[in-house]
C-alpha cells in the first residue's frame, strides 16, 4: 500500500534473520492503498510481504494476525504471518509494528466476471464458517461508531446535496442498528475489506484473501454487502451488475444460507456498505496523511452506488 516510513536494506536484513527466511534478495515498496506501509520482500528463501502498521497499534494487532493463522489453519488461503524464534508473530521495524506473511500466488482480477464473483462468494462463506470458533474479539473499527464520529468531520468540506444525503443515510444506519431485525443478524469475524484488489486468482481459480486489516467482529451480512458493492458494480458508473450479484449470492448461500433477517436487511446493509466507504474516501480524499506513492480513491464513486442502492434495493 503507500509508503509512509522507509525500510533500510538493512533492516529488511535484520528482520529475515530473525525469522529465518533466507537472505534478501530485493526490496520493493508497494503502491496503492492508503492505510499501512507495505513491501514486496524477496529472499532466498522466497516471496513475501512486509508490513508496517501506521494506524493500528500493537495491542490491536494481535487480533487481526491471530485470525489470519487461525484462517490459514482452516483451509482458508489467507497469508499466514510468520513468526520468529520465540513464536511471536508480531515484530518491529523502522520503530513500527510490523509483520510478515507469505506472498500469494496468482493476482488481481481487476475485471471480475460472474464465475469470479461466485468463486468469492464460496470462499467468503467457507471464512465466515470457518471463523466461528475464532476466540479473540474486537469491533468493526470502522463500523457505526467511527462513521458517527467522522460525518461532523467531513460535512464542511462538500456540497450541500451531499451533505444532505450523508446526514440522512446516517440517521437511517443508525435506526437501522437500533432495530430488532439488526440484532437478530448472526455475526462473527470478517474481512469488511474484500475489494478486487484484495483478492488472488489464478486463472478462475480462486487463491487468497488478504489484507485483512480492517477485520473485525461484525455482521456476516455487512461482509457480503461490501463485496457485492464492489465485485457486482459497475466501476465507471456505480450501477448494479444483477448477473455478477446473482452468481455471488448463489455461490454464498449454496454454503450458507442467508436468514430471513439476512434477506430481510441485505438493502439496508448495501447502503450500509457504500455509506463506509464514501466517508473514508471523503476523510481520506479532503483530510489526507503524507506518503510516498500515496493515492486517495475518488469519493464521488462511493456516493453514485449508495445513490444506487437507495433508489433500486436489491431483494435476494
Request: charged share 20%.
Amino acid at each position: 500500500m503507500a509508503v509512509f516510513t522507509e525500510v533500510s536494506n538493512k533492516e529488511a536484513r535484520d528482520l529475515l534473520r530473525r525469522l529465518q527466511l533466507g537472505t534478501l534478495t530485493e526490496l520493493r515498496g508497494i503502491e496503492g492503498g492508503i492505510e499501512n506501509t507495505n513491501y514486496f520482500l524477496t529472499s532466498s528463501e522466497g516471496e513475501y510481504v512486509l508490513t508496517l502498521f501506521e494506524r493500528l497499534t500493537a495491542q490491536q494487532l494481535p487480533f487481526y494476525l491471530h485470525l489470519m493463522k487461525h484462517l490459514a489453519h482452516g483451509g482458508i488461503p489467507v497469508p499466514d504471518p510468520a513468526a520468529d524464534k520465540s513464536g511471536d508473530i508480531l515484530h518491529t521495524v523502522a520503530g513500527k509494528p510490523a509483520a510478515v506473511v507469505n506472498k500469494l500466488r496468482g493476482k488481481s482480477q481487476l475485471a471480475p466476471e460472474a464465475v469470479h464473483c461466485a468463486a468469492v462468494g464460496t470462499m467468503l462463506a467457507r471464512m465466515h464458517l470457518a471463523g466461528r470458533d475464532y476466540d479473540r474479539m474486537q469491533p468493526n473499527l470502522r463500523g457505526l461508531d467511527w462513521w458517527n464520529e467522522t460525518v461532523p468531520v467531513v460535512l464542511p468540506h462538500i456540497g450541500e446535496e451531499q451533505r444532505a444525503l450523508l446526514a440522512s443515510e446516517l440517521a437511517y444506519q443508525n435506526h437501522v442498528a437500533a432495530s430488532s431485525e439488526y440484532t437478530a443478524l448472526p455475526r462473527g469475524p470478517v474481512h469488511a475489506d474484500l475489494f478486487r484488489d484484495n483478492v488472488m486468482f489464478d486463472g478462475e481459480e480462486l487463491t487468497g484473501f488478504f489484507d485483512f486489516y480492517f477485520a473485525g467482529v461484525d455482521t456476516w451480512l455487512f461482509d457480503l454487502s461490501v463485496c457485492l458493492n464492489d465485485w457486482c458494480i459497475d466501476l465507471p458508473t456505480g450501477v448494479h451488475d444483477a448477473v455478477r450479484a446473482s452468481a455471488m449470492l448463489d455461490a454464498y448461500q449454496a454454503v450458507r444460507p442467508l436468514t430471513t433477517a439476512e434477506r430481510t436487511l441485505l438493502p439496508a446493509m448495501l447502503r450500509a456498505g457504500a455509506l463506509r466507504f464514501w466517508i473514508s474516501r471523503l476523510w481520506d480524499f479532503y483530510l489526507p496523511r503524507e506518503a510516498s506513492m500515496l493515492k486517495p480513491h475518488d469519493p464521488t464513486h462511493f456516493e453514485r452506488v449508495l445513490q444506487g442502492r437507495i433508489a433500486h434495493p436489491l431483494h435476494p
